[in-house]
């Protein structure tokens, strides 16, 4: 598997099985040199409001939605036959992995508040 060829919204798991979303990749020519990733669950938050929230989602816990919507996530990746890439395999290949500040306010913030 080529790390050559990770895409915004591929996936990064890391040794104790948490998902990273690529939110961004850095490149040099046609070099990868590093990605910016930002974990599922807190990426898949921003993606729902509660207005869309139908059926029995309204009245889980939200957690039990948001993980059912990860895991939907990451069954579509594999089912596009798109590599999980493992965060070690890509520090090995010498792929710097940034992590975004959740501090910071999120990209889509304004589209969602």
Do not use: C
């Amino acid at each position: 598997m080529s790390m050559q060829h990770i895409v915004e919204n591929d996936l990064v798991r890391d040794e104790y099985g948490n998902y990273y979303k690529v939110v961004g990749t850095h490149t040099e020519g046609d070099l990868l040199k590093a990605l910016e990733v930002s974990n599922l669950y807190f990426e898949t938050s921003f993606q729902h409001s509660a207005d869309s929230l139908v059926g029995d989602a309204k009245t889980k816990p939200m957690g039990v939605f948001l993980q059912e919507q990860v895991n939907a996530y990451i069954d579509e990746v594999q089912q596009n036959e798109r590599p999980i890439y493992g965060i070690r395999d890509l520090m090995v290949n010498r792929v710097k992995v940034y992590a975004v500040d959740i501090t910071q306010p999120h990209p889509m913030r304004d589209q969602t508040v």
